[in-house]
């Protein structure tokens, strides 16, 4: 069973188990996931900037009080493949990637500005 339990304080303190009534909507601090990943979302409706948790404990997060959604990663990651293009709307120099890469040593850090995700 997969699952995120979330916190109000740093240190998973003041657990919250009915997100409505709390008005949950950026105050989250610290969170535990189970099972698979999940992405943090800091707009409504899984959009803006985001943030994937991968199982573990994380007792203070650095961008904690900004998640407006959560999502649970179910797509199936053995394959992984990720285009990235050097300039907005697919234009300019573009790399391939198949596994965790450090963009540094491809000479491609703060490069990309636009991305398809085939796998």
Known sequence: MSKIVVFTEEGFRNNVNNLEKKSFNNVISSLKVIGAPWVAYNDENFTGKQRVFEEGEYATLEDKGKFSS?????????????????HVNYGGRSVTLHKETNLHDIAFSDIASSHKVKG
């Open 70 to 86: 959560l999502k649970m990663i179910t797509d199936d990651l053995d394959d992984p493949e990720i285009q990235l293009f050097e």
